[in-house]
């Protein structure tokens, strides 16, 4: 009936794609004549989209919302340093890894650092340094020398910033590895002083992780199971996360039990474990466990009990 | 004048054709576009892969539902073959034609590119997992989050590596052995299912020797390679558990397959382990039962020569449990018995028989949001329909499946596929044992020739282990550049949620920062720790931290029998009977 009432021409004036046809016919027009004029740029709009891009893998339009933003403003305005950050990070860390332009990202880092050196981007960026020069390439060594230096310029001129914070537990994670005594007992010592003055620092349960390692290297199981506790206590719980906790009960379980002969910590840990994630599948062996200690127990006792004199260390 | 058109047309006629179709593509789309471009209508469309008899019916009832309640929102489903579901996927995505829900997982593509995807397509729903389900009010489950009505807590919508919630799980499922009833009863005269390994096989045994009015053999259980893996899943793997205890140097509970490799290396056990003697001589002992040529054969060969009823036995999941009653109603009873397991006094399994087997609760059948969806809230808000109690049982007896939310009542068909969560779990399996390259190969070669009693167990474990030990140098290095690749990658997921957070305000920024430090310490330093420890116990050097790693230490025992003898000595002295 409609048709009786409207001509043509009206009709598809009105149809509901003739708006989608008409502005695809004018951007058309206005590519195809260059008319379109430069749009003003919002710096923290731009700089957003920027991560954004960045995080979808939109790797170029990331680098150039950066761009846009660094060569649009001054060297002095807060934003053209969080581009610049922005931009290193997407020369740095985009994939796949061939894509990588790491000299621009070092060299784009530095400037962060160098325009504005108290601020979050040059604190992270000092940190990117030091993470470029700890994951090289395969097959390319790693300067594990070189990589607790830059740890340590970071440390040093952010001391209490997260970013800071990171650079020591990341020093100390890799001069662990060389499994030394004497370094494994000096980051040991390195940590524990970091744990004494930052106690509520958010790294702590990593800190504490870091020490148990430490410790179970060194032989010292006793403080080993206490550093895993505290290690546990310290954790934190994201609101939004599946926080399971099997693995860490296990670990201290197993190192009560089997390192430190502490079944009594060892029997709490596991009982947690089967109570606290019933649908863990290692519960079947904490179960287990829970069997192992009591027959061995019983077998000191009634080896004991034959032999009193046996007892004592 | 005719012939002048004529030629015209024979000059142009592929243009014109081109043009032709062309005119059409676009007259058909625009049709289907005004369709679904009703402004008064949402239309939220639903992908997935499932063609099994029902799906179909199940998402329209579903869909009706939904709209029953929400009138201005209409639920459109594509079912897309198992086989191009990948593909399918990966083009519409990175088409940005992609539908609003989205199966995940499975459809040919290898989870790593899943990963990829999620953090590229998908919409994180962590909110959503950690909020009430609106749809379960006035049910036991009101105001319950969630992540946590269903029965494993969510955790196969959860992404370790993203440390994200990022899709809904609607279903459970679980392998049985189904039977002929009317066949074990006319060729063993039982009228109960065998219930013990032993006694399986002796019925096994008592239906191979039988024979047809023709003159046919009867086959005990449907086989083909499909059908050797469920029972590889089910039963071979689990009973390797007891090799935990030598190879799992790292002591958290599972072996990796690099760590294999180290134990193997460093002499902490070697193939003759009789975790792994097992698994394989239950291999033989269960496939000597299935039909000859089984290696060649498809899961369609199995199924078909159990729908025969040429075989009495069959082992499948839940998702064919609806299929296989309708096809066989007519022609002969179908029972479900559980996997025959040996019990710890058998002659051949009993040391390694500590309880009966873990299942994993595969709750799967689960749905992500695209993050270009027009409609995210309405796309979100039907899969809480879904995952709602009334909802996801409804949905599960439309498939037959069994719900993926507690409190659900099912089908009584699957009851019996309840998966159990406590026994032992697969330590020697595809994962661990796989070292990838050439060792692999090798070991798919030298399996294949047993299975064909080409070779005898010994020789098996013996050809392996020596090519293992050699070859397998070359490609653990490959696994461990690969763990370092796999670290660089995460250095840019890390650089993702730092980003994040620092845009983030209240509960999300928490969770972000959370997120990273747990990915920093997780997937960067914590796997760099482990290549550095495997790379040189690979290479020979004893690392004490690392050595039998589920032995007492001596100092530990001294520990336990000094508290006991002060124990024993202080109840004396108190007059108490002795502890």
């Known amino acids: 009936m409609r048709s009786s009432r409207h001509s043509w021409h009206s009709r598809v004036l009105t149809h509901p794609h003739a708006a989608r046809v008409a502005v695809s016919i004018s951007l058309l027009a206005l590519t195809l004549t260059g008319c379109g004029s430069e749009r003003p740029v919002d710096p923290a709009q731009l700089i957003a989209e920027g991560w954004r891009n960045f995080r979808w893998g939109e790797y170029d339009r990331a680098v150039k919302d950066f761009e846009t933003v660094v060569s649009h403003t001054a060297e002095d305005d ?236 | 004048m005719a012939r002048t058109l004529l030629d015209f047309v024979r000059r142009y006629y592929p243009i014109m054709v081109i043009i032709g179709a062309f005119l059409w593509a676009v007259v058909t789309i625009e049709t289907r576009t005004s369709v679904e471009d009703d402004p008064d209508v949402k239309v939220i469309r639903l992908a997935h892969w499932q063609l099994e008899a029902g799906a179909a019916a199940a998402f329209d009832e579903m869909a009706a539902e939904y709209h029953k309640l929400h009138p201005d929102v209409r639920i459109v489903h594509e079912a897309i073959p198992e086989t191009g579901y990948g593909a399918w996927v990966s083009t519409q995505l990175m088409g940005g034609t992609a539908p609003d829900l989205i199966e995940m997982g499975g459809g040919g593509l290898p989870s790593t590119t899943w990963l990829s995807f999620y953090t590229r397509y998908f919409l994180s729903l962590s909110d959503l997992a950690n909020q009430p389900n609106p749809y379960n009010e ?84 449907a086989g083909s390679r499909w059908h050797l893996s469920l029972w590889e899943f089910c039963m071979f793997d689990p009973i390797t558990f007891t090799g935990l205890y030598d190879a799992d140097l790292d002591r958290d509970g599972y072996l990796a397959n690099f760590e294999l490799f180290a134990a193997v290396r460093q002499g902490a056990l070697d193939f003759q382990h009789p975790a792994f003697r097992g698994r394989f001589q239950m291999m033989r002992d269960i496939t000597d039962n299935f039909q000859v040529g089984y290696t060649g054969l498809q899961r369609d060969d199995g199924l078909f020569l159990f729908a025969q009823e040429k075989a009495v036995f069959m082992v499948t999941g839940t998702w064919d449990a609806r299929s296989l009653v309708e096809q066989t109603r007519d022609s002969f009873e179908l029972g479900i018995i559980d996997f025959p397991w040996p019990t710890p006094d058998d002659p051949d399994y009993g040391p390694l028989i500590k309880g009966t087997a873990y299942e994993w609760p595969w709750v799967s059948f689960a749905f992500g949001v695209y993050n270009k969806s027009k409609y995210p809230d309405e796309a979100k808000d039907f899969l809480l329909f879904l995952a709602s109690q009334k909802g996801n049982e409804r949905l599960n007896k439309l498939f037959g499946w069994i719900p993926g939310v507690r409190g659900t009542d099912m089908d009584p068909l699957v009851r019996a596929f309840q998966p159990r969560l406590a026994g032992m779990y697969a330590v020697f399996n595809q994962l661990s044992i796989n070292l990838q390259g050439e060792t692999w190969i090798k070991f798919l070669q030298l399996c294949a020739q047993y299975q064909i009693k080409q070779l005898e167990l010994d020789e098996f474990l013996s050809q392996f282990e020596a090519f293992y030990r050699d070859r397998g140098q070359r490609d653990f290095e490959e696994v461990m550049k690969d763990r370092w690749r796999g670290i660089i990658t995460d250095a840019t997921t890390l650089g993702s949620v730092r980003s994040r957070a620092l845009e983030a305000t209240g509960t999300q920024a928490k969770s972000l920062w959370v997120k990273y430090r747990l990915l920093l310490a997780g997937r960067i330093l914590g796997s760099e720790g482990s290549i550095n420890v495997y790379n040189r116990l690979v290479a020979g050097e004893r690392i004490p931290a690392y050595e039998k790693p589920y032995e007492h230490r001596p100092q530990a025992l001294a520990r336990v029998r000094d508290r006991i003898a002060r124990e024993i000595a202080a109840a004396s002295a108190d007059g108490a009977p002795r502890p």
């Open chain 1, 78 to 313: 807060p934003t053209h340093a969080e581009a610049l950050y922005g931009l290193a990070n997407v020369c740095d860390l985009r994939l796949p890894l061939e894509k990588k332009d790491q000299p621009r990202a070092r060299e784009l880092y530095e400037r962060v650092a160098a325009l504005a050196p108290q601020s979050d981007s040059a604190a992270w960026s000092l940190l990117a340094l030091a993470r470029m020069k700890h994951l090289r390439p395969v097959g390319e060594p790693v300067d594990y020398d070189a990589v607790g230096a830059a740890c340590q310029r970071v440390i040093d001129a952010f001391p209490k910033h997260l970013a800071g914070e990171e650079a020591l537990i990341v020093q100390q994670s890799t001069k662990v590895l060389s499994l030394e005594a004497d370094d494994v007992a000096e980051v040991a010592a390195r940590i524990q002083q970091f744990l004494s003055e930052n106690p509520d620092s958010p790294f702590a349960s990593h800190a504490y992780g870091l020490v148990a390692g430490c410790y179970r290297t060194l032989g010292r199981h006793e403080e080993q199971v206490q550093a895993l506790i505290k290690s546990l206590e310290c954790s934190e719980s994201d609101p939004l996360a599946l926080n399971d906790r099997s693995g860490a009960l296990w670990v201290i379980a197993t190192a009560a039990e089997f390192d430190a002969g502490d079944f009594e910590t060892a029997r709490h840990y596991y009982n947690r474990l089967i109570e606290e994630e019933p649908q863990a599948v290692i519960v079947f062996p904490a179960k287990e466990a829970l069997k192992r200690m009591t027959r061995i127990e019983d077998e000191i006792r009634a080896e004991l009990r034959q032999n009193p004199e046996g007892g004592g260390g």
């Open chain 2, 138 to 221: 006035g049910t036991e489950l009101e105001g319950v989050i969630l992540r946590q009505t269903f029965h494993d807590g969510m955790r196969q919508g959860y992404q370790p590596e993203l440390q994200e919630y990022n899709k809904v799980p609607l279903s459970m499922f679980g392998c049985r052995i189904f039977y002929n009833k009317d066949l074990l009863k006319r060729l063993t005269g039982l009228d109960t299912p065998p219930s013990g390994f032993r006694e399986f096989l002796a019925v096994c045994k008592q239906i191979r020797a039988k024979r047809s009015e023709q003159g046919s053999y009867y086959t005990p259980i």
